[in-house]
């Protein structure tokens, strides 16, 4: 493995973070939206805040992470892919300044009408965002991005079945994720009744993505074909295989009420998708652009690693810290 | 639809100009209370801490709260700024995008620093002792400056940039780190740190002053203006320095940029400086001229050589009306408040106390808004004047522009979310100064306890 394999192999496991940790803030915000009335959904809504207040910003670090590493590492495909697609990213961005905002300005409102206006703007971009960040990877992965400045089409690059597809699939992922881990964050709180309803919403979801999966890859067959042969077939196979296991196996953990465990494989589930996505997709990051060929020069790909290490060892311990004080039941404090 | 053949019009390449000076120029703003606000809160809380006074901490308290709205604002309209890089300027960042990279990696580890021990403080004054809790705001100070020192490195590369070779389009050599540390970088970063303080300090002293001159003229109202404004004060004459240590290396550096910003068409000897003025006709008219002025304050030498606009072709020349006026703008302002900041300075040596004039208050009300005046001012003074380059003398803004349709929309629809997102957070803020709850805390209940005046 050389320097930009393994620059990417960070820019991917950046990508990771954010889908499992940003991706469980933004599920957060879609049961927020789902939580129902205003007393009806204050317990929930409550537990969501709760459990997303004091992390998202560190959750959200991880995306800017990537788009740096993207820009520092394989400069000419971010260039082609922020030029392509900059309508969906366009929105994603505003998606993120909406949900952020309103999220903070909630916080410290002290009146309903305001809760409420504050939190219909965070929950409903919450559900958009997301989404449209699904339809640039559907972009990306059904080669609908070509090397070069806007050099491809600027509505259907990402108005396609697989970006719609993969739009659904992500704001799918985002609610399964966000379900699984306030269950356990009601049972630690003690609020059994609240973990019983986040189980149910959590399996329902569960089922959904699995159904979701399998017509997406129906849709890849279509759309996508050669990213279809290599995640039936070839390198995707095996972390295909992983992520439909550890699916199943979720769905019966959180039957059992096995809150601890689920954590785990739910998250491997969705490390499965995205890990099998890049093996499919490896070495070509765009079509006919393969990773050699798009790699900063080695000075550049050395000294961000470099950097990256020494600032991983400060945010390991920082990282953990502001977890542990977090998962702290409130109960307790 | 083959768009690569549509070269962005005229249009679409002001819309992506003004969309990223919107968004900069609005995160700027936040990010200055970003860099500058958890220290002035630290130095209210720690001086909580050693004298037990409620009123410093009650200070504290309500400042965090508004510090946790700011930069959550902060984060998320800073990463639409990442976004705008490769959306709006893809010719630069598909080539250069590898050479400011390394600013940019340090630039996002600094920040989740920040952005870690932001939660923690913010969320768990309840969960941790006092001492801890302190300790636990130290490092967002550290992160905060260190990220606005990475941020600008890369503006003072497209100022100077250097650390790389290139044959036609293609990079061969880059050291990252001489990018990062081009000679522009020193003067640069040492005037923003420092601007942000300036920022903080005036904006949050502001607010108080405000609250005095309607009759509030208790301890705790004091206290909240005195911190700030100390803190803003102090900067002040330090950062007309290092303006000065700026314009010098601009003067050396970039001619073409200091001829904008003083409005000199021909190279002369003994250059005046101009103090207001408008040019029309590539002529400076009804400016007030100090013989000799520009040659002095740039050499120190009053028959020093200036260059002049005229030695560049008119397309390589950066819009002068508009560098002139912000750069003016900008040390108008600089020295307002070098003077308040002088004001209160001697009225403290001779009286122990602040200066009793309600004029004094008034200038301590708008001392917020003109500083936030001089930061946009002198940012529209650097790049403006780098015009038309966006990578001086090497790329050309017109380059590296998106050449995809539509931008106008993009920036309209841009435009939009940020009037929302402008009116959300004035009037949250200004909620946040009125509302009487602070966040719980058990231990501390003479704190939880004490009324907002």
Redesign the interface.
């Known amino acids: 493995m050389g320097l930009p394999e393994i620059t990417l192999a960070v820019t991917w496991l950046g990508l990771t973070a954010y889908v499992l940790f940003g991706g469980a803030d933004f599920g957060g915000g879609i049961w927020d939206l789902l939580a129902g009335g205003t007393e009806r959904g204050r317990p929930q809504r409550g537990l969501i805040e709760h459990s997303i ?3 998202w ?2 959750n ?2 991880w ?3 990537v ?3 993207m ?3 394989f ?2 495909v ?7 697609l ?2 969906p ?2 929105l ?3 998606g ?10 909630r ?4 009146r309903i009408p305001r809760e409420r206006l ?1 939190g219909a703007a965070f929950a409903l971009s919450s559900l958009l965002t997301p989404f449209f960040l699904g339809t640039v990877a559907g972009a990306i992965a059904s080669d609908r991005v070509p090397p ?4 491809g ?3 259907t690059s990402w108005l396609n079945p697989t970006s719609l597809m993969t739009g659904l699939l992500t704001t799918a992922i985002t609610a399964y994720l966000a379900a699984v881990f306030l269950t356990r964050d009601a049972q630690r709180d003690g609020e059994l009744e609240l973990a019983e309803q986040f189980r149910r919403r959590a399996l329902v979801t569960g089922v959904v993505l699995g159904g979701l999966s399998l017509v997406g890859l129906l849709v890849l067959r279509v759309d996508a074909a050669p990213l279809y042969a290599q995640l039936t077939g070839g390198a995707g196979l095996p972390l295909l295989v992983v992520s439909v296991g550890s699916g199943v196996v979720s769905l019966l953990l959180l039957w059992r009420r096995r809150y601890l465990a689920v954590r785990l494989t739910a998250a491997l589930a969705v490390v499965g998708l995205l890990w099998g996505w890049a093996a499919a997709q490896f070495p070509e990051l765009l079509p006919g652009v393969t990773i050699e060929q798009a790699a ?2 080695p ?2 790909l050395l ?2 690693l470099i ?2 290490a020494v ?1 991983g060892a ?2 390991a311990p ?2 953990w ?2 977890y542990a ?2 998962q ?1 039941s409130t109960k307790a ?1 | 639809m083959d768009v690569t053949t549509l070269a962005a019009s005229a249009a679409d390449l002001g819309a992506a100009r003004m969309q990223m000076a919107l968004s900069l120029g609005w995160h700027i703003i936040v990010a200055c209370f970003g860099v500058g606000m958890p220290a002035i809160t630290l130095i209210a809380e720690w001086r909580g801490q050693r004298t037990g006074d409620p009123v410093y901490r009650l200070l504290a308290r309500r400042w965090a709260r508004a510090m946790g709205v700011l930069f959550a604002v902060g984060a998320v309209s800073g990463t639409i700024l990442s976004f705008e890089m490769g959306m709006l300027w893809p010719g630069l960042m598909s080539i250069y995008g590898e050479v400011i990279g390394l600013p940019f990696a340090l630039e996002g580890i600094a920040f989740f620093i920040e952005a870690i021990f932001l939660g923690i403080y913010l969320y768990a004054w309840d969960r941790l002792p006092p001492r801890q809790h302190l300790l636990s705001g130290i490092p967002i100070v550290i992160a905060g400056v260190a990220s606005a020192f990475f941020v600008v490195t890369a503006n003072a590369w497209m100022n100077q940039p250097t650390g790389f070779d290139q044959v036609g389009n293609r990079l061969v050599a880059v050291d990252p780190w001489a990018a990062m540390f081009n000679p522009a970088t020193p003067p640069q970063t040492v005037h923003m740190i420092l601007a942000a303080f300036v920022v903080a300090g005036f904006g949050m002293a502001s607010v108080y002053a405000v609250a005095m001159l309607r009759g509030r003229r208790d301890r705790y109202h004091k206290l909240g203006f005195l911190i700030p404004f100390t803190v803003a004060a102090m900067i002040i004459p330090v950062q007309i320095g290092v303006g000065d240590w700026a314009a010098h290396f601009v003067a050396s550096n970039q001619p073409v940029k200091l001829a904008a910003m003083e409005g000199i068409f021909e190279t002369q000897r003994g250059a005046p400086l101009h103090v207001g003025g408008i040019v029309i006709d590539d002529e400076m008219r009804y400016a007030l001229e100090i013989p000799s002025g520009l040659s002095l304050l740039a050499d120190f030498d009053p028959n020093a050589e200036i260059m002049g606009l005229n030695e560049v072709p008119p397309q390589d020349r950066p819009p002068v009306n508009v560098t002139h006026l912000a750069f003016q703008t900008m040390v108008g302002a600089g020295f307002a408040l070098l003077a308040l900041a002088a004001w209160a300075g001697v009225a403290w040596l001779r009286r122990r106390d602040l200066p009793r004039s309600r004029w004094f208050l008034r200038a301590g009300a708008v001392s917020g808004v003109a500083a936030v005046v001089a930061l946009e001012t002198g940012w529209v003074t650097t790049e403006v004047g780098r015009q038309p380059w966006v990578v001086y003398g090497i790329l050309r803004t017109s380059d590296a522009v998106n050449p995809a349709p539509g931008l106008v929309y993009g920036f309209a629809l841009v435009t939009v979310v940020y009037v929302i997102l402008t009116i959300g957070t004035v009037f949250v803020l200004r909620r946040l100064s009125r509302d009487t709850p602070v966040p719980l805390a058990p231990q501390e209940d003479d704190v939880t306890a004490q009324p907002v005046p």
């Open positions: 207040g004091p992390v910003e560190a959200h670090v995306l800017i992470f788009i740096v590493l820009w520092t590492g400069p000419a971010f260039a082609a892919i922020a030029s392509t900059y309508i990213l366009t994603v961005a505003l993120i300044i909406a949900r952020g905002s309103a999220f903070a300005f916080k410290v409102s002290t504050f070069g400045i806007a050099a089409d600027l509505v900063a020069t000075a550049v000294a961000t950097a990256l600032g400060l945010l920082s990282l810290w502001l004080i977090s702290r404090a």
